[in-house]
Nanobody, 115 residues
Framework: QVQLVESGGGLVQIGGSLTLSCAAS????????MAWYRQSPGKQRELVAS????????NYQDSVKGRFTISRDNAKNTVYLQMNSLKPEDTAVYYC????????WGQGTQVTVSS
């Protein structure tokens, strides 16, 4: 079965950093473009960052450019999201998925940014 397990979230201060991890199983990970999404209360889930399956080309939502870095380790079937200079507006539940969002959603991991 397909399983996506996010981890690494928590409560951090404004300007702080977190690194999220997503362990994927049940999919041909190395040939699958992956992404991080996030959802805040009252808002739709939005694409934050993506990374291709080939050369690792990355794309970012404008609001996180220069602050977040997406990466992958195909040997570990894991996608990472390094988040720096965190802002209150980054507060959300963060999910990983295929870049097209076609896989079943995991439980996500909560990121809360506060002073």
């Amino acid at each position: 079965q397909v399983q996506l397990v996010e981890s690494g979230g928590g409560l951090v201060q404004i300007g702080g950093s977190l690194t999220l991890s997503c362990a994927a199983s049940g999919i041909p990970f190395s040939i699958t473009a992956m992404a991080w999404y996030r959802q805040s209360p009252g808002k739709q889930r939005e694409l934050v960052a993506s990374i291709s399956n080939g050369f690792g080309i990355t794309n970012y939502q404008d609001s996180v450019k220069g602050r977040f870095t997406i990466s992958r380790d195909n040997a570990k079937n894991t996608v990472y999201l390094q988040m720096n200079s965190l802002k209150p507006e980054d507060t959300a539940v963060y999910y990983c998925n295929r870049r097209d969002g076609a896989l079943p959603w995991g439980q996500g991991t909560q990121v809360t940014v506060s002073s």
